[in-house]
Structure formats: C-alpha cells, structure tokens
C-alpha cells in the first residue's frame, strides 16, 4: 500500500528565510506526486505536480519541488517564503489506480512571521 | 482551474438526526467524485469514490450505511451522515478531478458538529 510522510509537524520561519518541506513516499510503482497547500479558512489548492519528465517542477507563487527517484522524495522548496505563505502544506502520491490510491501525507503546518 | 463546491460549509445537529453535505462541480462534469474526512491536525482520509449512476466504492473501515453516498447527477454528490453521535463530528471534504490528469480539485469542506 502507498504511503506518504512529511518531515516536519511544524516549521516557523521569519519573512524571506529559504523553505524546504520534506516528503517521502512509498510506493513500488509509476507515480504521480503532488503538492497541496491549506490556506487558513480556504479549499485545498494546487500548488504543483510531477507526473514524468524534468524532475524539477516548478508551481504557482513561487514554489518548486524535485522529483528524486532514488530516495522516493518530493521536497517542495521557496527561496524566500512571505507572510503569505501560512498555511497547511500537503504532500499526495497516486499511483496506477487514480483517485482510490490517492494517499495523502499527514500535512506541514508553515507559519511565517513578518 | 475548475471549482467544486460544498454546502453547508458549517452544520450542528442533536446526536441521532440525520445530516446532508453536497458537493457539487460548478464549471466541469465529474463521473466522480471522493470523499475525505480531515480528523484535527491529521491528515486527509480517503471515505469513498462515488460514481455517477452506480454505487459508492467504500473504504476499509467506513460503513456504508452510516455514511450514505448518492451521485444522482455529473455535477452533484451528497453524503448524509445517518444517525450522527458525537464521533462523527468532523471535517468532511469533497473533490473531483479528472482522469487523465491525475488532478483533483477541493471543496471548499463542511465542518460537522454532533451535539
């Protein structure tokens, strides 16, 4: 069965300091990932996806993430992360069998302090 | 992107009175549609797929007769909670997508409170 875990419960930046948000999957075969963002009081929104090619994607607002194969990874990075960017950050994987096996990680709570 | 959207966004009931959150796909058509349930600070739980014209798949663990799931149209799903007691008091999110991308758009999520 897939599995999707995320490094960190909760992460506290200052304005203009780099992100990373960890994510990790578990999954034998042909991937889709993803990553979702929570604003507070908000729908989950899409942020960005990787389904083959450059491993490198880059999504809305700024964010990117790597695909790593080899370590089943999907780090979601910002240079420099704004006030704004508070929020719930989720992690998903699909598999084959879209939408039954789409697992989603336990959630990273950013909050960004001005 | 596409907008699905849910109602009531917030709902409190007595324990045992039935309770009914829509969802619907307001600029595409959706053969189908998911529904989760976000316990506090936890993550995302996959309920069941509903298909349009035919019936829900359930997850492992989740009844089917307490959570009952109708998919009447391409652009609208209801899940009714039956008999709700205070457990059941949770976040419930919608959302439909399509195939072919592997893209899922959310509700907006309905907060339910069993008093």
């Known amino acids: 069965a897939q599995s999707v875990s995320q490094h960190n419960h909760h992460v506290i930046l200052s304005e203009a300091a780099s992100l990373e948000l960890g994510c990790n999957y578990s999954y034998g075969g042909t991937v889709n990932l993803f990553w979702y963002v929570q604003y507070p009081g908000q729908h989950l929104q899409l942020l960005l996806k990787y389904f083959s090619g450059d491993p490198l994607v880059k999504g809305i607002k700024g964010f990117e993430a790597e695909f790593i194969k080899s370590k089943f990874s999907f780090n979601l990075r910002k240079p420099s992360v704004q006030w704004s960017d508070t929020a719930e950050y989720f992690c998903a994987v699909t598999g084959d069998n879209y939408g039954q096996n789409f697992v989603f990680g336990p959630g990273t709570r950013l909050s960004v302090l001005p | 992107g596409a907008v699905v959207s849910q109602h009531p966004s917030w709902v409190i009931c007595k324990s045992g009175t039935s309770v009914k959150i829509e969802c619907r796909s307001l600029d595409f058509q959706a053969t189908t549609m998911f529904w989760y349930r976000q316990f506090p600070k936890q993550s995302l739980m996959l309920m069941a797929t509903?298909?349009?014209?035919?019936?829900?798949?359930?997850e492992q663990g989740v009844e089917k007769d307490k959570f009952l799931i109708n998919h009447a149209s391409l652009t609208l799903s209801t899940l009714t909670v039956t008999s709700a007691h205070p457990e059941d008091s949770s976040f419930y999110i919608c959302s439909a997508g399509w195939v072919n991308t592997g893209e899922l758009f959310f509700g907006e999520g309905s907060r339910l409170t069993v008093l």
């Open positions: 509903s298909n349009e014209g035919s019936k829900a798949t359930y």
